[in-house]
């Protein structure tokens, strides 16, 4: 018996020996290993930052409409601004461009598309007269605003159905026309006022809209809440006035205006005039004045005008030209605009500044955050349709 307990007991010691040995190897002779290299082992990948960096900025450039100024009859290349950030919105000027111009940037374009969910809009100003970019080879001179709206309503019909179905050959999204400010004695012969009389503007107006219309080109109804009595250019000054009712008129006709043609889609431009009912401040950089128009129709989309223009910069606080362009921008996104529209004499360095900071302020600020992811899911739907 005594030999049998004294025997488990040997074999218990070997057992416990045996498994101390298989995972802490106590009897084993020491190997000196070489400290691991493990950087120069990996292989260099993208930083996942600046990778969710740059889809961040092609998401935030949705809101910026932004200048393209082409010369005719040159190979039309992209700008690499437009390339590396893909903005939702391009607007087209030039002097007198013609169809293959517009056709090699369709070309451009179309490679371009293929990469996003979003395809890049390209717009023109087309108030027609002197200064219609659109004027060149396979284009009509469009007459003046002015001059149009004094050509009997059958003219009229038929000078705007030509020019849409011409813009609509070279793909044209969108137009920053017509204008619906009501002109007074003092501005009347101003040729991108239509007339003094706020139902002549409503009428031709309204057929301008429709011919657009017809062909899928969307009409940007300008300048929120009428300029008309404005006898200053904001391009060198701010300048406040005093709304009347009659400078309201045209846009509520048109934005009430339930005639499937015209109520398809609908946007307007809102100006950086200075309203006196809204304290003097900038109308598209005010809540309240904002507000005025979206509240006729809250599906409008709400394009700010030119944030170069020098009126933007204007601090009402100081009376001096201070704000930054990036200043500007954030104001008008808070104030309740959906497309920022940046003129041509904003370079690209400067949009890449505010881009970053839209970055900044996405990832910081969430009540811009939600005014930004709005106005995404609007301009989107708008694209859809």
Same mark, same amino acid.
């Given at each position: 018996?005594?030999?049998?307990?004294?025997? %488990?007991?040997?074999?218990?010691?070997?057992?416990?020996?045996?498994?101390?040995?298989?995972?802490?190897?106590?009897?084993? *002779?020491?190997? +000196?290993?070489?400290?691991?290299?493990?950087?120069?082992?990996?292989?260099?990948?993208?930083? *996942?930052?600046?990778?969710?960096?740059?889809?961040?900025?092609?998401?935030?450039?949705? $809101?910026?409409?932004?200048?393209?100024?082409?010369?005719?009859?040159?190979?039309?290349?992209?700008?690499?601004?437009?390339?590396?950030?893909?903005?939702?919105? %391009?607007?087209?000027?030039? #002097?007198?461009?013609?169809?293959?111009?517009?056709?090699?940037?369709? !070309?451009?374009?179309?490679?371009?598309?293929?990469?996003?969910?979003?395809? %890049?809009? +390209?717009?023109?100003?087309?108030?027609?007269?002197?200064?219609?970019?659109?004027? @060149?080879?396979?284009?009509?001179?469009?007459?003046?605003?002015?001059?149009?709206? #004094?050509?009997?309503?059958?003219?009229?019909?038929?000078?705007?159905?030509?020019?849409?179905?011409?813009?609509?050959? =070279?793909?044209? /999204?969108?137009?920053?026309?017509?204008?619906?400010?009501?002109?007074?004695?003092?501005?009347?012969? /101003?040729? #991108?006022?239509?007339? +003094?009389?706020? /139902?002549? =503007?409503?009428?031709?107006?309204?057929?301008? %809209?429709?011919?657009?219309?017809?062909?899928?080109?969307?009409?940007?109804?300008? #300048?929120?809440?009428?300029?008309?009595? $404005?006898?200053?250019? $904001?391009?060198?000054?701010?300048?406040?006035?005093? &709304?009347?009712?009659?400078?309201?008129? *045209?846009?509520?006709?048109?934005?009430? !205006?339930?005639?499937?043609?015209?109520?398809?889609?609908?946007?307007? $431009?809102?100006?950086?005039?200075?309203?006196? !009912?809204? @304290?003097?401040?900038?109308?598209?950089?005010?809540?309240?004045?904002?507000?005025? &128009?979206?509240?006729?129709?809250?599906?409008?989309?709400?394009?700010?005008?030119?944030?170069?223009?020098?009126?933007?910069?204007?601090?009402? !606080?100081?009376?001096?030209?201070?704000?930054?362009?990036?200043?500007?921008?954030?104001?008008?996104?808070?104030?309740?605009?959906?497309?920022?529209?940046?003129?041509?004499?904003?370079?690209?360095?400067?949009?890449?500044?505010?881009?970053?900071?839209?970055?900044?302020?996405?990832?910081?600020?969430?009540?811009?955050?939600?005014?930004?992811?709005?106005?995404?899911?609007?301009?989107?739907?708008?694209?859809?349709?």
């Amino acid at each position: 018996m005594r030999n049998t307990l004294f025997l %488990i007991a040997v074999l218990s010691m070997i057992a416990v020996l045996a498994v101390a040995n298989y995972f802490f190897q106590p009897f084993a *002779p020491r190997k +000196t290993t070489k400290p691991a290299t493990l950087i120069t082992q990996i292989t260099p990948t993208r930083s *996942p930052t600046n990778e969710s960096t740059k889809q961040l900025k092609i998401k935030l450039a949705q $809101l910026f409409l932004v200048p393209l100024v082409l010369t005719p009859q040159t190979k039309t290349d992209l700008p690499q601004w437009i390339k590396a950030n893909r903005p939702g919105m %391009i607007l087209i000027s030039g #002097h007198k461009l013609d169809v293959p111009t517009l056709d090699q940037l369709n !070309q451009a374009l179309a490679k371009l598309n293929q990469k996003q969910p979003e395809p %890049i809009w +390209t717009g023109v100003i087309n108030d027609g007269g002197e200064e219609q970019s659109l004027s @060149g080879e396979g284009f009509t001179p469009l007459p003046s605003w002015r001059r149009l709206c #004094h050509l009997s309503p059958h003219q009229a019909k038929t000078e705007l159905a030509s020019a849409a179905a011409e813009l609509a050959n =070279v793909k044209i /999204n969108f137009v920053l026309s017509p204008s619906l400010d009501v002109a007074t004695s003092s501005t009347a012969l /101003n040729p #991108h006022l239509c007339s +003094t009389n706020a /139902n002549r =503007v409503t009428r031709y107006a309204m057929d301008y %809209i429709s011919a657009m219309n017809k062909v899928g080109i969307l009409s940007v109804l300008k #300048h929120f809440p009428g300029t008309g009595r $404005l006898k200053s250019d $904001l391009t060198d000054k701010f300048a406040t006035i005093k &709304i009347a009712q009659t400078d309201l008129v *045209p846009f509520k006709t048109v934005i009430d !205006q339930e005639d499937q043609p015209i109520s398809t889609k609908k946007a307007v $431009l809102v100006s950086l005039v200075g309203v006196e !009912q809204s @304290g003097g401040m900038a109308c598209a950089l005010t809540p309240q004045c904002v507000k005025q &128009i979206a509240a006729v129709n809250d599906e409008l989309l709400l394009f700010t005008d030119d944030l170069s223009l020098k009126a933007a910069r204007f601090d009402p !606080q100081t009376k001096e030209y201070t704000r930054t362009l990036s200043q500007v921008a954030r104001q008008a996104v808070v104030a309740g605009n959906n497309v920022l529209y940046f003129g041509d004499q904003v370079s690209y360095a400067q949009l890449d500044q505010v881009l970053n900071n839209f970055v900044d302020w996405y990832q910081k600020d969430s009540q811009f955050k939600n005014k930004v992811d709005r106005s995404l899911v609007k301009i989107s739907r708008f694209k859809s349709i």
